[in-house]
Structures are given as structure tokens and as C-alpha cells.
């Protein structure tokens, strides 16, 4: 079956970085856009960056843009999102996504009926 295994998470400092990652089992990982999420304590679900199969192009959050960037090894199965100049407003729990498209048009990302697995998320804390 599908699993995504979130890792990576962790305490920082504002101004420094985390690198995430994700560990995609149970199906055709080079045939899947992915996506990492969020959700701050007390907050909504906010979409963080998205990445096509082929890894050909990728989406931020203008909350996060040039500060974030996602990646992935399809030999691997893994999904990266290197994290920095980390902000206290990062505080969230960042979450895996496995998308049903391989690629979509740029307002598609996001759309909540195209995702269909989730991790379990892993924590980020920003904080002196």
C-alpha cells in the first residue's frame, strides 16, 4: 500500500535551515507530481511547494518563495523541501503529499481532490 514517511523536522533558529524529506513507498513514484503542506497550530491547511513527476517544474507559496525548494530522486523515491531563512511563522507540521496527476497547470496545484495519500507529517519549530 502507499506510505509516505516524513523526516527531517526539528528545532531551529530564525535564520536557519531544515531540510525535509520523504520516503514514498506502494506505488509508481516517477509517475506522481508531490507536494508539501503545512498546518500551524489554530491555522488552516496552507499548500507549501508542489513538484511534477519528472521534476520539470515546480510551485512555492509566496509565503515561502526563495526560501524554500523542493526536489525530488526518483531513483530514490524521495522528496526533498531544503527549508531557509527560517521564520518563526514556518512553525507548522509539514506534510507529505502524493498528487493523482503527474502534472497540472499552474492554478491546479493545490486543488485538495487531486491529492489522495498523506504522511503523518513531521514537526518544525522556529524559535530563539
Known amino acids: 500500500q502507499v506510505h509516505l514517511a516524513e523526516s527531517g523536522g526539528g528545532l531551529a533558529q530564525p535564520g536557519g535551515s531544515l531540510r525535509l524529506s520523504c520516503a514514498a513507498s506502494?506505488?509508481?513514484?516517477?509517475?506522481?507530481?508531490m507536494s508539501w503542506a503545512r498546518q500551524a497550530p489554530g491555522k488552516g491547511l496552507e499548500w507549501v511547494s508542489g513538484?511534477?513527476?519528472?521534476?520539470?517544474?515546480?510551485f512555492y507559496a509566496d509565503s515561502v518563495k526563495g526560501r524554500f525548494t523542493i526536489s525530488r530522486d526518483n531513483a530514490k523515491n524521495m522528496v526533498y523541501l531544503q527549508m531557509n531563512s527560517l521564520k518563526p511563522e514556518d512553525t507548522a507540521l509539514y506534510f507529505c503529499?502524493?498528487?493523482?496527476?503527474?502534472?497540472?497547470?499552474?492554478?491546479?496545484?493545490?486543488?485538495?481532490?487531486?491529492?489522495?495519500?498523506w504522511g503523518q507529517g513531521t514537526q518544525v519549530t522556529v524559535s530563539s
Open positions: 503529499v502524493k498528487d493523482r496527476r503527474a502534472a497540472y497547470s499552474a492554478n491546479g496545484w493545490g486543488d485538495m481532490k487531486e491529492y489522495d495519500y
Open positions: 506502494g506505488f509508481t513514484f516517477s509517475n506522481y507530481a
Open positions: 513538484i511534477y513527476s519528472d521534476g520539470s517544474d515546480t
